[in-house]
């Protein structure tokens, strides 16, 4: 079974550049996840949807951040502008269905350096 | 929302010996209780999890116990071998009508000495 795909896996931009990360999540996987880990932290969600509707956004700082998931499949994550604190590794995952106990499979990760 | 605590943060072990992590949570509604392993510049991957009506499980070398009335819960590993060495994650879980969300603690970094 495919895994969670993310692109790029590395980036590296300006502070006030825009930048943008695709997740395609396992295939009939309804939730889909979009998490920031700072180095040496444990990651903290940024958006989750539920097919092709937000479920929970209360931590995307939404003055620079925005997401979607038009089609309830792939998602892309948009930074604009980005700031030096944006530094961080960009997790997506998915699972089954969102149902508290259903595995949560994580992608490699988008690695992004603000300078 | 929910926070969940780790402990300790970096951990050095022994190979052969146990270690242990422990994690605490602060709201009572979480039920799902997953650990993740995550190597350097490597996906978080699920090792072992554990729901609220259960109170212990076990898989190999690794066991999860929860503790719901005091709200935490720890991982042990025995037989440690170098391979176990990364940063562990656990996290909780509070389930939702509209789906669950995770909260991760800071992580452990583990440290299998050879």
């Known amino acids: 079974e495919a895994g969670v795909a993310q692109s790029p896996r590395y980036k590296i931009i300006e502070k006030r550049q825009s930048v943008a990360f695709w997740c395609n999540p396992i295939s009939g996987h309804a939730t889909l996840y979009w998490y920031q880990q700072i180095l040496g932290q444990g990651p903290k969600l940024l958006i989750q949807?539920?097919?092709?509707?937000?479920?929970?956004d209360s931590q995307l700082p939404k003055d620079r951040f925005s997401a979607e998931r038009l089609k309830g499949v792939d998602s892309t994550l948009k930074i604009q502008p980005a700031k030096l604190e944006d530094s961080a590794v960009y997790l997506c995952a998915s699972s089954l269905r969102g149902i508290s106990g259903n595995t949560i499979y994580f992608g490699e990760g988008s690695w992004l350096t603000v300078v | 929302g929910e926070n969940v605590e780790q402990h300790p943060s970096t951990l050095s072990v022994q190979e052969g010996d146990s270690a242990v992590i422990k994690c605490t949570y602060s709201?009572?509604?979480?039920?799902?209780f997953p650990w993740y392993k995550q190597e350097l510049g490597k996906r978080p991957q699920l090792i072992i999890d554990i729901r609220s009506n259960v109170g212990e499980k076990k898989d190999q070398r690794i066991a999860v116990t929860l503790n719901k009335t005091a709200k935490h819960f720890s991982l042990h590993i025995t037989e440690t071998q170098p391979e176990d060495s990364a940063v562990y994650f656990c996290a909780a879980s509070i389930s939702a009508a509209s789906g669950s969300r995770l909260t991760f603690g800071e992580g452990t970094q583990l440290t299998v000495n050879p």
């Open positions: 709201d009572s509604a979480s039920n799902y």
């Open positions: 949807f539920q097919n092709n509707g937000v479920v929970d």
